[in-house]
């Protein structure tokens, strides 16, 4: 499967902040698509949904093209930083740095387990 500009414009249409994409040619949109499917290739078959791994492929597409900082100093394993009285400390909760906070959210689920109601 492969996500095509096309149909990854039509998933930003329907989104917000969507600047960084908007503002690509399609060339860097081939490239930013073809790059974060890579990116994400070994996660295609842990989701249970081909509608929820393109979605993925979206978001993981729209932040390389965003050009994260705070991901930048998360790959180079920076957990946190301060300046003067102000500091922020990075909590992945089991997220590679390499992938977009929301592309994560779109491979793991919702989180909610089922459980047993007494």
């Known amino acids: 499967m492969s996500v095509s500009i096309q149909d990854a414009s039509e ?3 329907e989104r917000l902040n969507t600047d960084a994409w908007d503002a690509a040619n399609d060339s860097t ?3 930013a698509l073809a790059q974060a499917e890579k990116h994400l290739e070994s996660y295609r078959y842990r989701v249970n949904s081909s509608t929820r791994f393109f979605y993925a492929v979206c978001e993981q597409a729209l932040w390389l093209l965003r050009g994260d900082k705070r991901s930048e100093l998360q790959q ?3 957990q946190g930083f301060g300046i003067g009285s102000t500091s922020e400390q990075f909590n992945l909760r089991g997220r590679d740095p390499a992938i977009a906070p929301q592309t994560w959210i779109y491979l793991r ?3 909610v387990k089922a459980g047993q109601i007494r």
Request: aromatic fraction near 16%.
């Open 11 to 13: 998933y930003f249409a």
């Open 29 to 31: 949109k081939t490239k």
């Open 76 to 78: 180079a394993g920076v």
């Open 109 to 111: 689920g919702t989180g």
